[in-house]
């Protein structure tokens, strides 16, 4: 498989594990969420409009997240001094994982040309991972503002 041929997952597949540094310098691992539900978003780029748009979703709606006992962490291919920039200037106050690399991002099947060809990064998507790390629901190709919608019709 090349690294432009997209991988799918699908609901019922475990969740890939991960073990990223977040914006704070600590180790986040996949297994830190069992026993709970956890949504997993991917982007391409911290501090990027539709990125930031994504992201203050996810801040805005942390109330209704809670209520539904979801966790959140954003994923993208940022360094963790990038993350902590995104982080402090629009108040996020969730995990941002840092993939830098994208090993993580290519597991999950999000590393492609979301721009078309030339240029590889992260394609945006969700997922929705179950307490026992399987994936409920998965989204790829979300838009932004679709993240948090549909993570809680999925819920509800």
């Known amino acids: 498989m090349t690294e432009t041929q997209e ?15 977040d914006q704070h310098g ?9 026993g709970q539900k956890l949504l997993i978003y991917f982007y391409p780029k911290a501090d990027t409009p539709g990125c930031t748009a994504q992201s203050c979703q996810v801040r805005d709606s942390s109330i209704d997240l809670k209520e ?8 993208s291919p940022d360094t963790p001094e990038e993350q902590a920039a995104f982080d402090e200037k629009f108040s996020l106050g969730f995990p941002l994982l840092a993939d830098e690399g ?6 999950y099947g999000v590393w492609g040309e979301p721009f078309g060809p030339g240029w590889q990064g992260v394609i945006r998507s969700s997922f929705l991972v179950d307490e026992n790390g399987t994936l409920e629901e998965v ?3 979300v838009a932004p503002t679709d993240t948090v919608p549909k993570a809680i019709e999925a819920l509800v």
Do not use: C, M, Q
């Open 26 to 34: 600590n180790t986040v691992s996949l297994s830190d969420y069992r």
């Open 7 to 21: 991988l799918h997952l699908k609901p019922g597949d475990p969740a890939p594990d991960f073990e990223l540094l």
């Open 139 to 141: 989204w790829y190709k």
């Open 68 to 75: 539904l006992h979801l966790a959140v962490v954003g994923i």
């Open 102 to 107: 994208g090993a993580v991002s290519k597991a």
